[in-house]
């Protein structure tokens, strides 16, 4: 029995490939069908690779273009990973090759960090370039508008106005997921002619506004079910004490709020329908269930978000399978009758 859902996947650099490992084992077969999907940044970019997959061809020969895709942002992602990383992370900013090669010998994540505080990417001129935009515009299948496959939605912030923007349809670019990837210490703001306001409005990473964001996936013609995939963790034990864990946390409970306050507010409406104060409403109440590995994401620090090494990336695909095995074996069974998340215990 295919069972159909929608997916959210959250953003969070190197990490992400955890949600390329739950995707790629959800495409292996056909127990569900992908209606839609809404991404920010790195799943954003896993979103992306999905859509033109599937919108490729039908069938198992959409599932296996799909994963193509996704092998192909990775791989991509990982050759810049291998020891290079510093060359890539860097390539923006105005500094002699030696510090490049210095970087690679010690410690590429804390003399990156510490180089945006100093250096903007705007500092480099003519010499800028985003690497997302060859990895995304030469994705084995490429074309994100096609029509036929899942619905796509990209979420962005607004540097202007600091409101979510969320893209779809045929907005949905290169540009487009790029914007929703661009961290403002290390990228750019990406410029996109906006036809919401009639001007050109520059965009930073979407993980600040919504990661990701769930309101796309509440039409009354998509499924009620979704399945949200997390990178970041939600809880973590014990006070930080020193910078590093301090910077983390902050890290994790940044870029989780925005899903945090969705969360509840579905919570809320399901406590109202509980008690009988909807009826009167047309009112869609989503069913959510849950893919992550909290203790894997726990033992590792965000720096490791901007260290895609291969090593790394293949933890992160194994994890992600053996997670969406789980998901599969247990709480698809769930889906069309019942949330697999305690969302009244959590929120109540």
């Given amino acids: 029995m295919t069972r159909m859902l929608n997916l959210a996947l959250q953003g969070g650099g190197a990490h992400g490939a955890f949600a390329w490992g739950v995707l ?3 495409l292996e077969g056909d127990e569900i069908e992908i209606a839609a999907i809404s991404g920010t940044s790195a799943g954003a970019l896993n979103g992306a690779a999905v859509k033109a997959g599937l919108a490729s061809a039908p069938g198992a020969d959409g599932r296996r273009a799909a994963r193509e895709n996704l092998d192909h942002v990775w791989s991509q992602v990982g050759h810049v990973g291998d020891g290079r990383m510093a060359r890539w992370m860097a390539s923006s900013l105005p500094v002699p090759h030696g510090w490049d090669r210095l970087a690679e010998m010690l410690s590429p994540a804390a003399l990156l960090e510490n180089l945006t505080r100093v250096f903007s990417p705007y500092d480099s001129g003519p010499f800028y370039s985003n690497p997302l935009a060859r990895i995304i515009r030469r994705l084995p299948h490429p074309d994100l508008t096609r029509a036929g496959g899942p619905r796509f939605f990209v979420t962005a912030t607004n540097v202007r106005t600091g409101r979510v923007r969320i893209f779809s349809g045929d907005e949905v670019t290169p540009e487009a997921v790029m914007a929703s990837a ?83 507010a579905i919570a809320f409406v399901k406590r109202l329908a509980d008690e009988g104060r909807l009826e009167s409403r047309a009112m869609k109440t989503p069913l959510i269930h849950l893919i992550s590995d909290e203790d894997l994401m726990i033992s590792l620090g965000s720096r490791t978000k901007i260290m895609p090494g291969p090593g790394l990336l293949a933890r992160m695909k194994a994890a992600g399978r053996a997670a969406a095995d789980r998901f599969v074996a247990g709480d698809l069974a769930n889906v069309g009758l019942r949330d697999s998340v305690d969302l009244r215990g959590l929120y109540g």
Wanted: glycine content about 6%.
């Fill in 24 to 26: 790629d084992r959800l």
């Fill in 182 to 264: 661009c961290l403002p210490t290390m990228f750019r703001a990406v410029e996109i002619a906006d036809p919401l306001t009639g001007r050109v409005e520059a965009f930073w990473d979407g993980g600040y506004s919504g990661n990701p964001a769930l309101f796309p996936l509440f039409p009354a013609d998509l499924p009620r079910d979704i399945v949200i995939v997390t990178i970041n963790p939600q809880e973590r034990e014990g006070v930080p004490r020193t910078p590093v864990q301090i910077q983390d946390r902050i890290n994790e409970i940044s870029f989780n709020s925005s899903l945090q306050r969705e969360l509840r």
